[in-house]
């Protein structure tokens, strides 16, 4: 059950996870260990991106523009997992 999992988790958790698990016509496998996985990959994601904040090297402004700009592309294309 969604709810179930997002009481345990969260939302972005099971959302992310639904998303990672490949393309998007493809049918998919459930893990309830994968969506805890997930969990744990936001959480050090959002580590990352607060370390990055506080930076001011103008190389991570233009890695962080061609992510950007990677993943654009990969959900203009459906290509949720890639962009992930």
């Not at 996985?37 to 962080?64: P, Y």
């Given at each position: 059950?969604?709810?179930?999992?997002?009481?345990?988790?969260?939302?972005?958790?099971?959302?992310t996870y639904l998303a990672?698990?490949?393309?998007?016509?493809?049918?998919?496998?459930?893990?309830?260990?994968?969506?805890?996985?997930?969990g744990r990959f936001l959480?050090?994601?959002?580590?990352?991106?607060?370390?990055?904040?506080?930076?001011?090297?103008?190389?991570?402004?233009?890695?962080?523009?061609?992510?950007?700009?990677?993943?654009?592309?990969?959900?203009?294309?459906?290509?949720f997992n890639t962009a992930?």
């Amino acid at each position: 059950n969604p709810l179930d999992v997002v009481k345990e988790h969260n939302t972005d958790t099971l959302r992310t996870y639904l998303a990672f698990m490949g393309p998007i016509e493809l049918p998919k496998n459930w893990n309830p260990d994968g969506v805890a996985g997930v969990g744990r990959f936001l959480k050090r994601f959002e580590k990352l991106v607060e370390f990055i904040h506080n930076q001011s090297d103008t190389n991570i402004t233009s890695i962080i523009h061609q992510t950007i700009k990677a993943v654009g592309e990969d959900m203009d294309n459906l290509k949720f997992n890639t962009a992930i």
